[in-house]
């Protein structure tokens, strides 16, 4: 009787541990997907589609988008670029090359204190403009730069 | 399989700059094994948050075309030294990635 129940309790224990396992496993990605993953806008094959299946609609073209980048780039596989806004209430950056495969390159969302601002190194696959869309009160706005590139960044 | 992230925070006033290189080959199906020739997998990062204190306060998705081991630099405001920084991510064959730090004092 008596070693009958610790084994049960042991039994009972091991398979609560077991779950919490499965659970912190499931748990981590799902958090991390909260986030969505727009899979028409990655995967459209030219900027124009890119840009309608992303949701910017309409979008005027501004100055106060500032986009850092090298006029040469000699390695399209690591271009760095900066961008910032200082459109009053931008929430959202979206960065466009124009003549990758694939143009939609990212998607920034700033919340909670974060800055309207994004530095990062992105690949291009060729010679082109580059574009910086930002969001504010839910309307768009759009500055270009163009980026000249030596060597390609997509088949490497 | 644990890729390593690298982060560091500096603390300007309220102000941390969080800069952080993610360990990732983010690769864009279109390279081929220059020993076999056989193409290599679509296999990149979609989403990556950093959060302070838990909350997020950047949430991306990223397409193939973010450079391979992933670099970002950002600013939050309303920062205060050992608060966490932490940053997660999931790319497209489920694999995922995790780390955090503290905000150092100012300097």
Request: charged share 20%; net charge neutral.
């Amino acid at each position: 009787m008596e070693t009958n129940a610790i084994t049960n309790r042991r039994r009972f224990l091991r398979s609560l541990s077991t779950a919490a396992a499965i659970a912190l496993g499931w748990m981590q990605p799902l958090l991390a997907l909260a986030a969505g993953w727009n899979k028409p806008a990655f995967e459209a094959g030219n900027v124009d589609g890119a840009i309608t299946a992303a949701g910017v609609a309409d979008a005027l073209p501004s100055a106060d988008i500032i986009i850092k980048a090298p006029e040469i780039a000699e390695n399209g596989a690591q271009v760095p670029v900066e961008i910032s806004s200082n459109i009053p209430g931008t929430d959202a950056i979206l960065i466009f090359s124009d003549k990758n495969v694939q143009p939609y390159v990212g998607l920034f969302e700033f919340k909670n204190g974060a800055e309207p601002f994004i530095s990062t190194r992105i690949k291009m696959g060729d010679t082109s403009t580059l574009r910086a869309v930002a969001r504010a009160n839910g309307r768009y706005f759009v500055n270009t730069r163009e980026v000249k590139v030596t060597i390609g960044g997509c088949g490497t | 399989m644990a890729r390593p992230i690298r982060m560091r925070v500096r603390l300007d006033g309220d102000v941390a700059e969080v800069r952080a290189l993610i360990d990732h080959p983010m690769e864009t199906g279109l390279r081929k094994d220059p020993g076999t020739g056989a193409p290599i997998p679509l296999h990149f990062i979609q989403n990556l948050t950093v959060s302070l204190n838990g909350k997020p306060v950047l949430e991306t998705q990223w397409g193939q075309a973010m450079a391979r081991n992933p670099y970002i630099q950002l600013r939050i405001h309303g920062a205060k030294p050992d608060d966490e920084v932490s940053i997660e991510w999931v790319d497209n064959q489920g694999e995922h990635g995790h780390a955090s730090t503290r905000v150092p004092a100012q300097g």
